[in-house]
């Protein structure tokens, strides 16, 4: 995996189409590559980083929950929050991840 990206920013955590809140978050793309070559794996890819959240007020039924992170640039990625740290998590791709196709 290569590092492609790195972000952060505020932005909009929804879950099914309702704006939960907006939410701080850092995020670290990487893309899978052919090692020889150099050339990127369609499909191969890890979202990884985290997200504010407040252990205390936010539910814990948004851990492991298909949320959308709206970036500050529009893009949305579909992302797993992984831990009540706000620790978030996605791989692979498709509608479900990086809504691009």
């Given at each position: 995996m290569k590092?492609?990206?790195e972000s952060s920013g505020i932005g909009q955590l929804m879950l099914?189409?309702?704006l939960?809140?907006?939410v701080q978050y850092r995020l670290s793309r990487f893309?899978?590559?052919v090692e020889q070559s150099g050339l990127p794996i369609p499909g191969l890819y890890r979202i990884e980083g985290w997200i504010e959240i407040n252990p205390?007020?936010?539910p814990h039924e948004w851990i492991g929950a298909p949320l959308k992170l709206t970036l500050?640039?529009?893009r949305v990625f579909g992302i797993t929050l992984v831990s009540t740290?706000?620790?978030i998590l996605s791989e692979g791709h498709g509608p479900s991840k990086c809504l691009c196709c």
């Open positions: 590092l492609i990206e099914d189409g309702v939960l809140r907006k893309q899978g590559v205390d007020e936010e500050q640039d529009g740290d706000g620790r």
